[in-house]
Nanobody
Framework: QSRLVESGGGLVHPGGSLRLSCEAP????????IGWFRQAPGKEREGVSC???????NYGETVRGRARIRRDKAKNTVVLQMFSLKPEDTAVYYC???????????????????WGQGTQVTVSS
């Protein structure tokens, strides 16, 4: 019934930045691994970043150095900040939650239990 909700997408110029937020009304996000994924038209879903219950972080190679993920425990959200955006960053961005992580690290593979509906990010001049 409850689901993840992404926000913060929109149109960004190349070289710009954005802030995506993932909210999960109804449960404590601190109990879940949280991942950010994206999918461009005609392409496979790609892992962007994730943060584990234990605080371990992971970033995809394509966004290394251009992204930062963090938990805002006061707001029960997970925030993904991206910088130096490129046209190839254009995609629908999804938030995902893993209810029972098996390892103390998070995965960038799309093996998550819950998903949001996605938010469109378009990088264009």
């Amino acid at each position: 019934q409850s689901r993840l909700v992404e926000s913060g997408g929109g149109l960004v110029h190349p070289g710009g930045s954005l802030r995506l937020s993932c909210e999960a009304p109804g449960f404590n996000m601190s109990d879940y691994d949280i991942g950010w994924f994206r999918q461009a038209p005609g392409k496979e879903r790609e892992g962007v970043s994730c943060i584990s219950v234990t605080g371990n972080l992971n970033y995809g190679e394509t966004v290394r150095g251009r992204a930062r993920i963090r938990r805002d425990k006061a707001k029960n959200t997970v925030v993904l900040q991206m910088f130096s955006l490129k046209p190839e960053d254009t995609a629908v961005y999804y938030c995902a939650a893993n209810a029972n992580p098996r390892l103390p690290i998070c995965t960038l593979l799309p093996h998550y239990d819950y998903w949001g509906q996605g938010t469109q990010v378009t990088v264009s001049s």
